[in-house]
């Protein structure tokens, strides 16, 4: 139910690019963000990647971060270099779905 995990959650979050060629920099400036981000945020996984075209109609980059709790998603979240990376990122992204789930203590 909405607002009630307590335990380790995972953030999903799928982007549409305007243009195929401005991809990789979205990865880039994302892949760079969590690479200093960390520093400051604990995190279980951090997988970022772009689509491998092998079925149309898909997003271009999908992220998934598995956190230990919803006060490391909340700090990720206002971070300043999260808020620059997707600021930065406006400009390509034509639409951004995301969705948290709790992850179950089995797959940890």
Do not use: C
Request: hydrophobic share 40%; charged share 25%.
């Amino acid at each position: 139910m909405a607002g009630e995990n307590k335990g380790p959650l995972r953030h999903i979050v799928l982007l549409k690019v305007e243009k195929k060629e401005d991809v990789p920099e979205v990865v880039e400036t994302l892949s760079k963000m969590s690479k200093e981000i960390v520093k400051h945020v604990s995190w279980l996984n951090f997988d970022i990647n772009s689509d491998l075209g092998i079925s149309g109609g898909n997003a271009d980059v999908g992220l998934v971060i598995d956190f230990p709790d919803e006060q490391n998603f909340h700090t990720y979240q206002k971070h300043d270099l999260h808020v620059a990376a997707v600021t930065h990122n406006k400009k390509f992204v034509t639409s951004r779905t995301a969705i948290q789930i709790p992850i179950p203590k089995s797959s940890l």
